[in-house]
């Protein structure tokens, strides 16, 4: 199912592109981010926050045990999810522009999968976990550019189409190698990490986790926000583009590129999260209409949003910690059935 998303004078002069409701969306998230810093198994009152805030802006030593909850445990996963949140949306936001796809997610390509499979091996390997992480970052990579090669191959049929099927193939071999490194494993100590990880979680992010994986996504987000114009043409089809003077080929691959760095980077230390992509870029484009100016600072925001919100639930709900990718599921799921539902109407 390919659907276009208007022409280019509806995409450009959409009334819901309002640049209010971004600035709404971007108060939203510090107010849910500040929330999230004082709720947990040891709650922080605001005097406690504006306190820690002000002895690490003046260069104070720390005072106790509240410091290194906020400083080294509660701050960065929080900056961990709202990094991850609005990364998937912005890959999802792309990826369904960049294919005319409305239920197009991150994963189509198959980097969910092979992040997944790097993290599997480095964990059935007894690796530390930096090279986890690598062989997670690399591995999604690694697929994707698995995924254009074969479906360069293929030149006698619609690019798109052969692109996504390329993706649903290749993700299902990398799929095919989880389940049987899951069935070597050590059913005591490695498959239990190992299906931990693959349901997502940031349990174990650490300060230098988020550093780390910031200027690996800042640098994929470059190319999109740069060629933010050539998305909305891009999501009129190939001939559009061709007849705009774009090279549909080598901008598709570059986009595809940069998403997938995106994706990647917070992948890898954050485990497998599935539905963001998908479900964010929906509600953004209510929001804001499909002018990729406005969509992907609006599903950035709200992706954030949306994961600081799930893994604040996650870390309080019950005391085992819930993995992400459970709640996700839960909330997208139904939002999935909905947006199918409200697709049939429209189609008939």
Known sequence: MVERHGTAETIAASPHSRPGIVVALAALL?????????????????????????????????AGQIDTVLLEVRFPRIGAAALAGASLAAAGATYQGLFRNPLVSPDILGVSTGAGLGAVLGIFLSLPVAAIQALAFFGGLATVALVYVVAAAVREREPTLVLVLSGVVIGSL????????????DPYDQLPAITFWLLGSLASIRKHDVLLAMPLVLLGLMPLVLLRWRINVMSLGDEEAKALGLEAGRLRMIIIAAATLVTSSVVAISGVIGWVGLVIPHIARM?????????????????????????????????????????TAIIGAPFFLWLLARGRRGWE
């Open 174 to 185: 990398t799929g095919a190698a989880i389940a049987l490194l899951k069935v070597l494993a």
């Open 30 to 62: 510090v107010l849910v981010m500040t929330s999230a810093v004082l709720v947990g198994a040891y709650p922080v009152s605001p005097g406690e926050l504006i306190g820690t805030l002000g002895r690490f802006v003046g260069g104070a030593p720390r």
């Open 287 to 327: 929001l804001v209409g499909p002018n990729f100016d406005r969509l992907l600072p609006a599903s950035m925001l709200l992706g954030a949003t949306y994961m600081v919100l799930v893994d604040t639930l996650a870390r309080t709900i019950a005391r085992v910690e819930t993995p992400l990718g459970i709640l």
